[in-house]
Nanobody, 112 residues
Framework: VQLVESGGGLVQPGGSLRLSCAAS????????MTWYRQAPEKARELVAS????????FYAVSVKGRFTISRDNVKSTVDLQMNDLKPEDTGVYYC??????WGQGTQVTVSS
């Protein structure tokens, strides 16, 4: 199992980023997927999740209406579109398969 995140970077408040997680080594369409994040000196928290078919999604209250999770079961990718970013969105963002396989993370920094 391999999960590789990409798309992080530095963005100004109000800006947008799109994170992507490329999956390999398993049948992607059989698993729900999630995005987590960890801010400095804080616990890792769930940001969004999506079921195996891409029909059912869940968002943390703090990102609802600003972030969108989606997946492509042909390309074996799960994306997180992040709009109207705020400094409190800063952290390392991780892709996770629902049974606890994790990617290595990608840094998102929101700062002017």
């Amino acid at each position: 199992v391999q999960l590789v995140e990409s798309g992080g970077g530095l963005v100004q408040p109000g800006g947008s980023l799109r994170l992507s997680c490329a999956a390999s080594g398993f049948t992607f369409s059989e698993y729900g997927m999630t995005w987590y994040r960890q801010a400095p000196e804080k616990a890792r928290e769930l940001v969004a999740s999506i079921d195996s078919k891409g029909v059912i999604t869940f968002y943390a209250v703090s990102v609802k209406g600003r972030f969108t999770i989606s997946r492509d079961n042909v390309k074996s990718t799960v994306d997180l579109q992040m709009n109207d970013l705020k400094p409190e969105d800063t952290g390392v963002y991780y892709c996770r398969r629902v049974d606890n396989f994790w990617g290595q993370g990608t840094q998102v920094t929101v700062s002017s």
